[in-house]
């Protein structure tokens, strides 16, 4: 059960619990920050998803394209 100070809770309290639930779960390394999804497509030969990421950094002009597969999205 959470311990909320209100039934409502403040902006900053929900991003302080989010962000301890990511360093708990160590998940901000299988996070990626600044990236858009290109594109989402199914294939039925692998039977998986290939998504395609765009990363671009702040001192980037053009991003990087990444395609990953995935069993579930």
């Known amino acids: 059960m959470l311990d909320w100070s209100q039934h409502y809770s403040p902006q900053p309290e929900i991003w302080e619990y989010i962000r301890k639930v990511a360093r708990k779960y160590e998940l901000y390394s299988k996070i990626q920050f600044n ?24 001192n980037e002009n053009e991003g990087k394209e990444k395609s990953t597969y995935f069993d579930i999205v």
Not at 35 to 58: C, F, G, I, M, P
């Open 35 to 58: 990236t858009t999804v290109k594109s989402l497509t199914w294939e039925e030969d692998k039977k998986k998803w290939r998504v395609v990421t765009v990363s671009k950094l702040a």
